[in-house]
């Protein structure tokens, strides 16, 4: 079993910045990757960045150049840097582990982002 804890979102101005935090603790040697999600009210739950064991990561068109997905495997912790924020950022941000038999996901985080 992994559990994951989610922390540091909140509300910010367009153009501001936030770092999303999630921890990982339980069975964490079968993680194979881990990621960013997020869902608006209204629309389908969207994949914002992965990052793989190997340390490979991807990002959603609609962020590229402005989120960056990192690690620290010392704490067990993947980060999301959100940088210059749109009001279409706002959403509820998820953070999930994958393994060879179960997509692990946090309790997640509201984002807010103001005009």
């Known amino acids: 079993q992994v559990q994951l804890v989610e922390s540091r979102g909140g509300l910010v101005q367009a153009g501001g910045s936030l770092r999303l935090s999630c921890a990982a603790s339980g069975s964490i040697l079968n993680i194979n990757a881990m990621c960013w999600y997020r869902q608006a009210p209204g629309k389908q739950r969207e994949l914002v960045a992965t990052?793989?064991?190997?340390?490979?990561?991807s990002y959603a068109d609609s962020v590229k150049g402005r989120f960056t997905i990192s690690r620290d495997n010392a704490k067990n912790t993947v980060y999301l840097q959100m940088n210059s924020l749109k009001p279409e950022d706002t959403a509820v941000y998820y953070c999930?582990?994958?393994?060879?038999?179960?997509?692990?996901w946090g309790q997640g985080t509201q984002v807010t982002v103001s005009s």
């Open positions: 990052i793989t064991s190997g340390g490979s990561t």
């Open positions: 999930t582990a994958e393994t060879t038999w179960y997509h692990y």
